[in-house]
């Protein structure tokens, strides 16, 4: 199993200011992902960042919003941009294969919170 | 459209008793399903999975679930909860298009009471 951390673990940030939040995997994989949890929610999938290519982003999701970078096979980033106590939330990354039976294994989640 | 339903918002069992958190499950084609446990302040951990063969899948720290093809159903079972095991429970269903994307249900509370 891939082990992941994630940088920073929580923030508190102004309304209108971006964060970026990082997401290293011990080792290659194929896909990352990005979610979502609001308070008391499921997760939501924001994006699925594939290396060396535009990430492909979820219905309500826009890059302008959510810029994400794949530079390497173990490192994303997710940026959170004009913040908004909207989007106070915790951000969490996973990564797996790509196949549908794999097992996605997750970040321990940026717990963001916006004033 | 692959979904999960988690029906009950909380579930409390005294320790030493069974365990048994619910999902069903909608998709087209075969399922690919998974829990996960979310500890306090922590990520998401996953527990186990069912994929295919026998529908009585076994995963981490004693829990079990059984794949019902006919309820469209994947419970959660654990025989003798502990009060560790008070936390989030989700359950997720694989998106058979689009490179592995997992859609989760709404989670469920679980607390033990000593």
């Known amino acids: 199993s891939a082990v992941i951390s994630q940088k920073p673990s929580r923030d508190i940030c102004q309304r209108g200011t971006s964060l970026t939040i990082q997401c290293q995997v011990d080792s290659q994989v194929t896909m990352m992902f990005w979610y979502r949890q609001q308070p008391g929610q499921s997760l939501t999938l924001i994006a699925t960042?594939?290396?060396?290519?535009?990430?492909?982003?979820e219905s309500g999701f826009v890059i302008d919003k959510f810029p994400i970078s794949r530079p390497n096979l173990t490192f994303s980033t997710l940026t959170v941009s004009n913040m908004s106590p909207e989007d106070s939330s915790i951000y969490l990354c996973s990564a797996g294969t790509g196949e549908g039976t794999d097992t996605q294994y997750f970040g321990p989640g940026t717990r963001l919170t916006v004033l | 459209a692959q979904s999960v339903a988690q029906p009950e918002d909380q579930v409390n069992v005294a320790e030493g008793n069974p365990l048994t958190v619910k999902c069903t499950y909608s998709?087209?084609?075969?399922?690919?399903l998974f829990w996960y446990v979310q500890y306090p302040n922590r990520g998401l951990q996953f527990l186990l999975k069912y994929i295919t063969g026998d529908n009585l899948v076994k995963g981490s720290y004693g829990f079990e679930a059984e794949f019902n093809k006919s309820q469209t159903s994947f419970h959660l079972k654990k025989p003798s909860a502990l009060v560790s095991d008070s936390a989030l429970y989700f359950c997720?269903?694989?998106?058979?298009?689009?490179?592995?994307?997992?859609?989760f249900g709404k989670g469920n509370q679980v607390v033990v009471i000593p």
């Open positions: 998709v087209s084609g075969n399922p690919y």
């Open positions: 960042a594939n290396q060396g290519s535009e990430a492909t982003y």
């Open positions: 997720a269903v694989s998106l058979l298009y689009g490179n592995n994307r997992l859609a």
